[in-house]
């Protein structure tokens, strides 16, 4: 069973640009995809970006473009989302997931098909 800690929110100010960290443990997530997702308050939760297995290959949604970038580091079991030009509509909590899947060639952006969740960290961003 994979465990999935995010680290790394905080209160920023426009512009600024912050890193998010996963750590996971209880099982390897090195063969399987990892996303990032975030939930704002009243609405559901969107998908951000994923990166696949090796790190090669990544996708995200049309928002966070140019902006955000998700990397990984398979010796130590940890997802990286570093993000820069924050805004207030970044504000959120900010969850990773892995699909639990083997060396998946397609980036699914449905929570549903993500098997492994961390507990989220919050994001927020003053203007």
């Known amino acids: 069973q994979v465990q999935l800690v995010e680290s790394g929110g905080d209160l920023v100010e426009t512009g600024d640009s912050l890193r998010l960290s996963c750590a996971a443990s209880g099982g390897t997530i090195t063969r399987s995809t990892m996303a990032w997702f975030r939930q704002a308050p009243g609405k559901e939760r969107e998908f951000v970006g994923a990166v696949n297995w090796n790190g090669g290959k990544s996708y995200y949604v049309d928002s966070v473009k140019g902006r955000f970038t998700i990397s990984r580091d398979n010796d130590k079991n940890m997802v990286y989302l570093q993000m820069y030009a924050l805004t207030s509509k970044d504000t959120a909590n900010y969850f990773c997931?892995?699909?639990?899947?083997?060396?998946?060639?397609?980036?699914?952006?449905?929570?549903?098909?993500?098997?492994?969740w961390g507990q989220g960290t919050q994001v927020t961003v003053s203007s």
């Open positions: 997931a892995s699909d639990g899947l083997e060396f998946s060639a397609v980036f699914r952006t449905s929570p549903s098909l993500y098997k492994y």
